[in-house]
């Protein structure tokens, strides 16, 4: 294997023990040519300041760039923000990581290792698990391109080996993705107007349209500390209006002659929203009016952050 560069960007936001027990994670890598870029979306935790301090304490033993970015830009923009800065700089490979993931040794090497046999492999992701309770919580995943709904392979399953077996999937998840920079050069960075949600799963469309092969790669391993119950009604009011927003937005941007189906099938979603998130919960009518304020800014091609 040879050593090519890997840039591995973590955006923090108000999350200073995850990224910081992230960090010291990514010190046990096996890969010898790598350099991390946090990016900080304006946290008002003092993220910022105390990994600055730790930094400077010589607290970590691995090569760190701080970044603050000056302002909450989501999940797209902060780290677009890692890897514009990682592209000046001349990377060959981008590893797109959540702070609140902790890595085995050589889940990296094992991801740059299947990139350089095959150079029409443009991104790659890991074996996910939850690290809550040790079950499954991605394994490669599928996109419906009519009704902007993905699904992750292996989700709340106990790995018994059913998902050992390298192959070509639709998606990889924004928790571990590992691409080339070739990508970014011919289709550009992630769309920043999603803010959060689907951003990732836009960006692997567009990357597959482009030609490249997307690949899951069971032998990297990454945990992530994800709740067990991805569909709890404790959630922010915001996840729905984003989920729905963004699942329309994707079929209009990447499949627009068949929005008229992501059409009829945002009537169902609001209800199947309500069900989940809304029935059971606290707080009926806020949930409620993000939900049908979700459906509302897709239909309106309303996009960015969601202002009060």
């Known amino acids: 294997m040879n050593s090519a560069s890997a840039a591995i960007i973590l955006l923090n936001w108000n999350g200073y023990h995850d990224t910081f027990e992230c960090l010291k994670s990514l010190e046990s890598l096996t890969y010898p040519n790598f350099h991390v870029f946090v990016v900080d979306n304006a946290s008002y935790d003092d993220s910022f300041i105390k990994l600055t301090s730790d930094?400077?304490?010589g607290e970590f033993n691995i090569n760190i760039t701080l970044i603050q970015s000056g302002s909450n830009l989501g999940c797209a923009g902060g780290n677009n923000v890692g890897f514009r800065t990682a592209y000046e700089q001349g990377f060959d490979y981008y590893w797109m990581l959540n702070n609140d993931t902790y890595v085995e040794p050589d889940s990296l090497s094992k991801l740059i290792e299947v990139m350089d046999r095959d150079k029409k492999i443009g991104i790659v992701g890991s074996k996910i698990y939850n690290a809550n309770n040790n079950l499954l919580w991605f394994a490669g995943g599928s996109i419906n391109p009519y009704l902007g709904t993905s699904t992750p392979f292996g989700i709340d399953e106990e790995d018994c080996g059913q998902y050992d077996k390298m192959k070509e999937v639709d998606f990889i998840v924004g928790c571990s993705m590992l691409f080339r920079k070739?990508?970014?050069?011919?289709?550009g960075f992630l769309e920043e107007d999603y803010f959060i949600y689907y951003e990732d799963t836009?960006?692997?469309?567009?990357?597959?349209k482009a030609g490249w092969k997307i690949v899951y790669v069971p032998?990297?391993?990454?945990?992530?500390?994800?709740?067990?119950s991805t569909k709890s009604a404790d959630l922010s009011p915001y996840y729905a209006y984003y989920l729905i927003r963004n699942g329309y937005l994707m079929v209009s941007r990447n499949n627009?002659?068949?929005k008229w189906i992501a059409f009829l099938y945002l009537f169902f979603r609001?209800?199947?929203?309500?069900?989940?998130y809304v029935i059971k919960s606290d707080n009926k009518a806020k949930r409620s009016s993000m939900i049908l304020k979700g459906a509302f800014h897709g239909l309106t091609n309303k996009t960015g952050q969601y202002i009060n």
């Open 202 to 208: 836009d960006w692997n469309i567009r990357a597959k």
């Open 256 to 258: 627009a002659k068949y």
């Open 182 to 187: 070739e990508v970014i050069q011919l289709i």
């Open 270 to 276: 609001v209800i199947k929203f309500h069900i989940l």
């Open 219 to 228: 032998e990297s391993i990454v945990y992530h500390k994800e709740s067990s």
């Open 55 to 57: 930094q400077e304490s």
